[in-house]
């Protein structure tokens, strides 16, 4: 089992929907979870993180996180053709420890 | 404030060989990590350096050695180069610990032939 997992995807959506990914973890000693965006061809661009049940808003995007499940999302709100990337997400043992990331959600926002 | 650059872009090299990464981190950021990215996949972390120390290495043989220096720029650097080292390297810096904040620089793309 992947200490980390996401649904490869290709998630489409179209412009304007909620964009909604998600991420399991297996280590529930796992403290702090993170998005990072990535376009094809550079490296991530981290969008939040998160480290406490419940929800976190930054602008269009919301993290969610359910320690008891295990289990965390992001949402994009208004989805914009420029949000097609693909989603990494991360789950990290400690603060500034080392990143455990999925294998990433591929979205795609369709005019 | 300058963002984390790497150098270089892309690098070909052939089995067996040797290969020197380089990475400067973001001002103030005294903590860098590498990480290896294959095609298709998440990032996988090499190791960490703070303050020139290594703080962590993940699944990666020897052969996969590391450097921070003073100014607490990094080096990566990778012995024997196998096919399957073939990936985009990248190299993530943060602020004196803790912080939760690691930022990527543009990587490294490795072609081993």
């Known amino acids: 089992q992947k200490e980390v997992e996401q649904n490869s995807g290709p998630l489409s959506v179209p412009e304007g929907a909620i964009a909604s990914l998600n991420c399991t973890y297996s280590?529930?000693?796992?403290?702090?979870f993170f998005w990072y965006r990535q376009y094809s061809g550079k490296s991530p661009e981290l969008i939040m993180f998160?480290?406490?049940?419940g929800d976190k808003e930054d602008g269009r995007f919301t993290a969610q996180l359910n320690k008891a499940s295990q289990y965390v999302s992001l949402l994009i709100r208004d989805s914009q053709p420029s949000d097609s990337a693909t989603y990494l997400c991360a789950s990290s043992y400690n603060q500034g420890g080392k990143l455990i990331f999925g294998q990433g959600t591929e979205l795609s926002v369709k005019p | 404030e300058t963002g984390v650059t790497q150098s270089p872009t892309h690098l070909i090299k052939t089995r067996g060989q040797q290969v020197t990464l380089r990475c400067s981190s973001q001002s103030g950021h005294n903590t860098v990590s590498w990480y290896q990215q294959a095609l298709g996949q998440g990032p996988q972390f090499i190791f960490q350096y703070y303050r020139e120390e290594e703080n962590g290495r993940g699944n990666f043989p020897p052969r996969f050695s590391g450097l921070q220096f003073p100014n607490y720029s990094s080096e990566l650097n990778v012995n024997a180069l196998e096919l399957d080292d073939s990936a985009l390297y990248l190299c993530a810096s943060s602020e004196t610990q803790p912080s939760y904040e690691q930022y990527f620089g543009p990587g490294t793309r490795l072609t081993v032939t």
């Open positions: 280590d529930r000693g796992s403290q702090s």
């Open positions: 998160i480290y406490s049940n």
